[in-house]
């Protein structure tokens, strides 16, 4: 089982604060770390749209940033140089976000992460598919699947 430690979670913050200028301006904030996934949140006031409810932008960008995180940690964890980037996602907006909101992105079956990490070691870059959501009241309000790119540098380029 895979897990993380406060030091990475704290690299992860820096990495975050320093590399991804938006999750400033979002209020991003490492939100918890389970065997289940992790969960970044985000303040309703700086992600605030014209009808009182939270900018489908800002909820594209924590979902997206979750999965992103999620990773970020899986390849920093194993000290393989990597860089993440997205490669396409679908969202389904099922409902208003009307408060503070966390994206909870599940952590990948454990036979996933060993044939991404095999795939990555040996080719240099591999995808990985993962699911996140934002729940309000114990509905799903936004779901979120993306597929993400990890490329060492030995790789060809994207």
Known sequence: MLTF??????ALRATLANEIPISNSIG??????DQNGLTLSAPLAPNINHKDTAFAGS????LTLAGWSMLWLIVYTEAIPAKVVIQDSTIRYLRPVTRDFCARCR????????R???????????RLELQAEIAEDGTIAVAFSG????QTPRADPF
Do not use: H, W
Request: aromatic share 8%.
């Open 116 to 126: 991404f990490l095999l795939m990555l070691c040996r080719k240099g870059r591999a």
């Open 59 to 62: 909820l594209n960008a924590v």
């Open 147 to 150: 597929r993400y790119v990890v």
């Open 5 to 10: 430690t406060t030091n990475q979670l704290d």
């Open 28 to 33: 991003l904030a490492i939100a918890s770390f």
């Open 107 to 114: 952590m990948p079956k454990p036979g996933e992460i060993e």
